[in-house]
């Protein structure tokens, strides 16, 4: 995935807000990309497969550096599709499910697992190989086969029930991305796609800073009014992609 960076689009802001400092501009470029793709949800990820814990419910996101994870399209476990659910239905489905392990302490767990570390003789095993690691069956009381998701913060989510350790559930997602507050810039052939609104929108909110040598407000409604537009179609076209079917009509069916 090329990036491409938000200093590539100062050459189109600072003319018509001249004597803006460039960290200003570059700031307002960021944020105009951020707004641009949570309206337009068109920068899309499939998140690769992985295998989900047995025991664990929460994860991480697997996404690019320097992003955000903005909208889960959709989760599969083992190609089924996961059911989304809102914090209030989870606690209301599943109200023991922020146990790690069920709850069991963590040293009951592990017990019975060697590392092999710090003991008296390493040559005997292979260094650092570590012992069996089995769950113990009290531990797994609540798990099942993953049902279901959700999230509670905003760069992690949670399978429920918590997966048992009775086969392999093997995770894929679907999600649109933002850049985070920090990025320098973002994929290149998304931000070449919506280049025209991010453009409008940072002028927009650029040309509004009160007490400054730049400020317009009757450019700012032009630019508002032209962003608005340019990122509908955005949002439109990001939902229907490039292909183009043939339009069909059918008639409604009398009983």
């Known amino acids: 995935m090329s990036t491409r960076a938000f200093t590539d689009l100062l050459p189109r802001v600072l003319p018509i807000v001249a004597g803006c400092p460039q960290p200003l501009a570059i700031q307002h470029i960021r944020d105009a990309?951020?707004?641009?793709?949570?309206?337009?949800?068109?920068?899309?990820?499939?998140?690769?497969t992985?295998?989900?814990?047995?025991?664990?419910?929460?994860?991480?996101?697997?996404?690019?550096?320097?992003?955000?994870?903005?909208?889960?399209?959709?989760?599969?476990?083992?190609?089924?599709?996961?059911?989304?659910?809102?914090?209030?239905?989870?606690?209301?489905?599943?109200?023991?499910?922020?146990d790690l392990y069920g709850g069991v302490d963590l040293s009951t767990v592990?017990?019975?697992?060697?590392?092999?570390?710090?003991?008296?003789?390493?040559?005997?095993?292979?260094?650092?190989?570590?012992?069996?690691?089995?769950?113990?069956?009290e531990a797994m009381e609540e798990a099942g086969e993953p049902r279901s998701i959700l999230q509670v913060v905003p760069d992690k989510y949670i399978v429920l029930p918590m997966p048992d350790n009775q086969k392999t559930y093997s995770l894929r997602m679907f999600y649109a991305l933002r850049p985070a507050r920090n990025a320098s810039g973002m994929d290149e052939v998304v931000l070449n796609e919506?280049?025209?609104?991010?453009?409008?929108?940072?002028?927009?909110?650029?040309?509004?800073?009160?007490?400054?040598?730049?400020?317009?407000l009757d450019l700012a409604s032009y630019h508002a009014k032209q962003g608005l537009f340019v990122t509908t179609e955005r949002r439109a076209r990001a939902n229907l992609g490039n292909m183009r079917g043939t339009l069909v009509a059918y008639a409604p069916k009398f009983a």
């Open 50 to 98: 992985a295998n989900l814990l047995p025991g664990v419910y929460e994860y991480a996101y697997s996404k690019p550096p320097a992003t955000e994870v903005h909208t889960v399209f959709a989760a599969h476990v083992n190609g089924s599709p996961l059911e989304v659910l809102t914090l209030e239905q989870a606690l209301k489905s599943y109200p023991a499910w922020a």
């Open 33 to 48: 990309a951020i707004r641009i793709c949570e309206r337009t949800l068109a920068w899309r990820y499939v998140q690769p």
């Open 110 to 137: 592990w017990t019975g697992v060697t590392a092999g570390i710090n003991e008296a003789a390493l040559n005997e095993v292979v260094y650092n190989g570590g012992g069996t690691f089995t769950i113990p069956d």
């Open 194 to 216: 919506l280049e025209d609104a991010v453009v409008h929108n940072a002028l927009q909110h650029l040309l509004v800073i009160p007490n400054v040598a730049w400020t317009n």
